[in-house]
């Protein structure tokens, strides 16, 4: 049934329906209710299951069942934020290219992986990963990285006739495949069931919340601790003190932190992926916001990679090609036509990317540049691409060229300063030509030809380097790569954003820094290196690389590997792009490794934390952008569930420093109602805040989630305002119903009292709630309206404060009454309490920043 020239699309759809897409089976789903369960039994939650206990055990069942209730709650709520994230990473994930090349129906086809059937014929090139289990039927210099099946990381060279495995990378040659087994059938799905339960290493991000996690619990037991002996102390009965120990515990715990955390990131992500910028886990989100440096390339991210040849230079001298872009109709001018019509066809036999012809435009199939090279032979011959070589030595970044075998000839292109060495005469003018090409910024690509003596089938096996010596030099193809039109303007906006800018690029330094100058990337004084001139030295490679603006062009893989390390050893986070077989390790070096969506390989793609869906510089930018929003977001939340522990811990503060003669203003059940009641749907919408207009005119910042501005805002501005207004909230109504210090209050007055005090927290927070949309800016300045998602979730709050207030059971299990009517209008003033403190205290730092600029 197969073919060489593969499967008809009848066959392979036939085929299809039989055995299934070939995808790996999905990893066994944890069941639901496990993953419930853990939701319920993290540290968190135990703690919260110990209080249960001990509740019941000291005989408050009421208690203990509330306490249960909570944890329920927030173990539901916290799985369908889980469930949500992961479906949202899953989705995203869906989006990753996954474009297979075979014959079908004797034509060359995209499609996509999991359309393969047993039989299809794949082309495969350095960079990709093999689709499923195949049997080459050609190979040429092939080899692939088995690390994922064997753990053995050097590349196995393969010839015809030997198995490649799924899931496997070809990190060198090409060839050609049939597909022997496909999803479920392949040898990596028997693998992938055994290892689906690796657990990947913890994020930075993960750390620090464990660090904040850790932190809040070690201090709500410790000074729940504190409160048992010191009521103990007064003379409360062991099991009063407990109650109010417990409490306080409750309080301090902020319970739904870490998810909202993760749907935080999962929003961000998704928001990135509406630019074009897919994250391959969500940590990604926090650390692109965190990012100083970018190291990236040229070709496709700052350029259009819409290559186009536009001058030909033979010994005979220059010759101008005319034509725009793919247009088909094209002239040339100068002299010596024929010559470069040699150049052209040589050039086009070493390339494998041709070049279509659709709706009046040529399009590039394969590399663009080596479609350029096919444009330029048909405009100069009016020919079609003739026999396919009998042997090609395809392009590696350490030759920096390519080769091909045709008949007794070998044709090669490739960078000038690796072919002008390997040819015998290399006429004078040619080296200064280079220059003076690539300093147009045209990308200068040196064509030469070998006749090679005796039957051709002597050199079979010759190595590339045997084989590329002493060349007969053709000429030059200077060949135009337009910048992105609007790549300027983003890196203007990136300087804004306080990012470091260095281009790393494998062309010729003058064409690079060509390009780097039209752009505006350059720095001053113009700094462009070479590869091979970096320095030997870690730190003063760091020290020389550590401006924005600079340009390294002729690199290897390896040095990319250096130039990450030495810009972290600096200190900076980099985000660094790479397309290539060999940049795996410098992407997973890089803090965020950069791979293209459009043009890179399987093997960047597979390295790297960031992929461009349409390979735009202005993407990572943008995707930084989106970093920063979301790790504002969490910093923003984060200010809100804090505050509110300051305005839940102090009537407890206030009662033991009182010696347990003032009364206590909120009682455990109404913490909870406010931690879980309350509060969670406004942080949820702080997490969603879209990115602020000004997010990127400002430096990154590298800093803890709980830094010094955040401790200053809740614990000595916000936090003290709305515990002073609670309090106050409560004297005044306890004082207006008659109670004077010492007395223990007549519980009617007491319960509604404390109602009081839970509403003025409950505005307070509300207020809080526009206050932390913005660490700079007050409320009103932001527009009311601007976050919808805030609204709503206010509303839903005041509605749950009412619920909580007049629904008479509901109230008298949380302790509380509705307020008389002059409490409430008193408690009303908490909210502008809140917001006028918020606005002195961001005029005071604004005043303050301005004194010290
Ligand atoms: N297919 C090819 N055939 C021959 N020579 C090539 C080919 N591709 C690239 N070259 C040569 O090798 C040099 C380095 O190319 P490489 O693809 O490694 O650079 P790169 O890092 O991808 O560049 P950029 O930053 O522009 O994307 C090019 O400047 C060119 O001279």
């Known amino acids: 049934?197969?073919?060489?020239?593969?499967?008809?699309?009848?066959?392979?759809?036939?085929?299809?329906?039989?055995?299934?897409?070939?995808?790996?089976?999905?990893?066994?789903?944890?069941?639901?209710?496990?993953?419930?369960?853990?939701?319920?039994?993290?540290?968190?939650?135990?703690?919260?299951?110990?209080?249960?206990?001990?509740?019941?055990?000291?005989?408050?069942?009421?208690?203990?069942?509330?306490?249960?209730?909570?944890?329920?709650?927030?173990?539901?709520?916290?799985?369908?934020?889980?469930?949500?994230?992961?479906?949202?990473?899953?989705?995203?994930?869906?989006?990753?290219?996954?474009?297979?090349?075979?014959?079908?129906?004797?034509?060359?086809?995209?499609?996509?992986?999991?359309?393969?059937?047993?039989?299809?014929?794949?082309?495969?090139?350095?960079?990709?990963?093999?689709?499923?289990?195949?049997?080459?039927?050609?190979?040429?210099?092939?080899?692939?990285?088995?690390?994922?099946?064997?753990?053995?990381?050097?590349?196995?060279?393969?010839?015809?006739?030997?198995?490649?495995?799924?899931?496997?990378?070809?990190v060198n040659g090409y060839g050609e495949a049939s597909v022997s087994a496909t999803g479920t059938g392949t040898k990596l799905a028997g693998i992938a069931a055994l290892t689906s339960g690796a657990v990947p290493p913890p994020t930075p991000l993960s750390q620090e919340l464990r660090r904040i996690v850790r932190v809040t619990a070690g201090m709500a037991l410790g000074i729940a601790a504190v409160f048992f002996l010191a009521s103990l102390l007064v003379g409360f009965q062991w099991r009063d003190s407990f109650l109010f120990s417990i409490g306080v515990a409750v309080a301090l715990v902020p319970e739904g932190l870490l998810p909202t955390v993760t749907l935080s990131l999962a929003m961000g992500a998704q928001r990135m992926a509406g630019r074009s910028?897919?994250?391959?886990?969500?940590?990604?989100?926090?650390?692109?916001?965190?990012?100083?440096?970018?190291?990236?390339?040229?070709?496709?991210?700052?350029?259009?990679?819409?290559?186009?040849?536009?001058?030909?230079?033979?010994?005979?001298?220059?010759?101008?090609?005319?034509?725009?872009?793919?247009?088909?109709?094209?002239?040339?001018?100068?002299?010596?036509?024929?010559?470069?019509?040699?150049?052209?066809?040589?050039?086009?036999?070493?390339?494998?990317?041709?070049?279509?012809?659709?709706?009046?435009?040529?399009?590039?199939?394969?590399?663009?540049?080596?479609?350029?090279?096919?444009?330029?032979?048909?405009?100069?011959t009016g020919t079609e691409a003739g026999a396919a070589p009998w042997r090609r030595l395809p392009f590696d970044p350490v030759r920096r060229r390519e080769s091909a075998l045709l008949g007794a000839d070998l044709f090669c292109k490739g960078a000038p300063e690796t072919v002008l060495p390997v040819c015998e005469a290399v006429p004078g003018p040619v080296k200064e030509q280079v220059e003076v090409m690539a300093a147009r910024g045209l990308r200068v690509i040196a064509v030469a030809r070998r006749q090679l003596a005796g039957a051709p089938e002597a050199w079979q096996s010759t190595p590339a380097l045997e084989l590329e010596t002493g060349m007969e030099l053709l000429g030059l193809i200077g060949l135009q790569d337009p910048p992105r039109p609007d790549v300027a303007d983003v890196i203007r906006t990136a300087r804004q954003a306080g990012l470091r800018i260095a281009m790393i690029t494998g062309d010729h330094p003058a064409t690079a820094a060509a390009i780097a100058r039209q752009i505006g990337l350059t720095g001053s004084p113009e700094l462009v290196l070479e590869g091979a001139d970096l320095p030997e030295d870690d730190q003063i490679l760091g020290a020389l690389l550590d401006r924005d603006g600079v340009v390294v062009s002729r690199v290897s893989p390896e040095q990319k590997l250096r130039v990450a390390k030495a810009l972290q050893a600096r200190g900076h986070v980099v985000a660094m792009t790479g397309d290539g077989v060999n940049d795996g390790p410098a992407l997973r070096e890089a803090d965020i490794g950069v791979a293209m969506g459009l043009s890179g390989t399987d093997v960047a793609r597979e390295a790297a934390d960031l992929v461009l869906l349409d390979d735009h510089f202005g993407t990572i930018v943008a995707a930084i952008e989106q970093g920063r929003a979301t790790y504002a977001n969490i910093h923003r939340f984060l200010t809100y569930h804090l505050t509110d522990n300051v305005a839940e811990l102090t009537p407890f503060v206030i009662w033991a420093l009182s010696g347990g003669r003032f009364p206590l203003a909120l009682g455990v059940l109404q913490i909870l109602a406010l931690d879980i009641g309350t509060d969670l749907l406004p942080a949820l919408a702080l997490g969603a805040e879209p990115p602020g207009r000004r997010i990127l005119a400002r430096p990154p910042e590298r800093r803890h989630l709980m830094d010094r501005q955040l401790i200053i805002r809740v614990f000595c501005i916000l936090g003290p305002v709305e515990a002073a207004m609670e309090m106050a909230v409560f004297s005044a109504v306890l004082a207006g119903g008659g109670w004077s210090r010492g007395q223990v209050p007549e519980a009617g007055l007491l319960m509604a009292?404390?109602?009081?005090?839970?509403?003025?927290?409950?505005?307070?927070?509300?207020?809080?709630?526009?206050?932390?949309?913005?660490?700079?800016?007050?409320?009103?300045?932001?527009?009311?309206?601007?976050?919808?998602?805030?609204?709503?979730?206010?509303?839903?709050?005041?509605?749950?404060?009412?619920?909580?207030?007049?629904?008479?059971?509901?109230?008298?299990?949380?302790?509380q009454a509705p307020p008389p009517p002059a409490g409430f209008l008193l408690a009303l003033l908490a909210a502008p309490a809140v917001l006028l403190a918020d606005w002195i205290h961001k005029s005071a730092r604004r005043r303050l920043r301005r004194s010290r600029t």
């Open 277 to 380: 910028g897919l994250v391959r886990n969500l940590e990604a989100v926090e650390t692109l916001g965190s990012t100083t440096f970018i190291c990236t390339d040229k070709t496709g991210t700052l350029t259009q990679n819409r290559m186009n040849a536009v001058e030909v230079f033979t010994v005979a001298g220059p010759v101008q090609v005319t034509g725009q872009g793919y247009a088909p109709d094209g002239g040339v001018q100068g002299s010596g036509v024929e010559g470069a019509a040699k150049v052209a066809l040589a050039a086009r036999t070493a390339s494998q990317g041709r070049a279509e012809f659709h709706d009046g435009q040529w399009r590039a199939q394969g590399d663009p540049m080596e479609a350029a090279m096919d444009v330029l032979a048909r405009r100069l």
């Open 753 to 815: 009292a404390s109602g009081a005090a839970f509403t003025a927290v409950v505005l307070g927070q509300l207020a809080n709630a526009f206050a932390c949309r913005s660490a700079t800016v007050p409320p009103w300045k932001l527009g009311w309206g601007t976050n919808r998602l805030l609204v709503w979730a206010v509303l839903a709050e005041l509605a749950i404060l009412a619920v909580c207030l007049y629904i008479p059971y509901l109230a008298t299990l949380l302790g």
């Open 1 to 170: 049934m197969r073919t060489a020239e593969g499967l008809s699309s009848e066959q392979a759809a036939q085929l299809l329906k039989q055995a299934g897409p070939n995808q790996l089976p999905a990893e066994k789903p944890v069941p639901q209710w496990r993953k419930l369960w853990g939701e319920m039994t993290h540290f968190f939650a135990l703690m919260l299951w110990c209080a249960a206990g001990l509740a019941f055990i000291a005989d408050m069942p009421q208690l203990a069942v509330a306490i249960i209730v909570v944890v329920i709650v927030n173990g539901v709520f916290a799985h369908i934020q889980q469930e949500r994230a992961q479906h949202a990473a899953a989705r995203l994930r869906g989006l990753l290219p996954a474009d297979v090349v075979v014959r079908r129906d004797g034509k060359v086809r995209k499609v996509h992986a999991s359309e393969l059937v047993v039989g299809d014929v794949v082309l495969l090139a350095a960079g990709d990963r093999v689709p499923a289990d195949t049997v080459l039927l050609s190979a040429a210099a092939f080899a692939v990285d088995e690390s994922m099946l064997t753990g053995e990381s050097a590349p196995v060279p393969k010839i015809a006739g030997d198995p490649a495995w799924g899931g496997t990378f070809l």
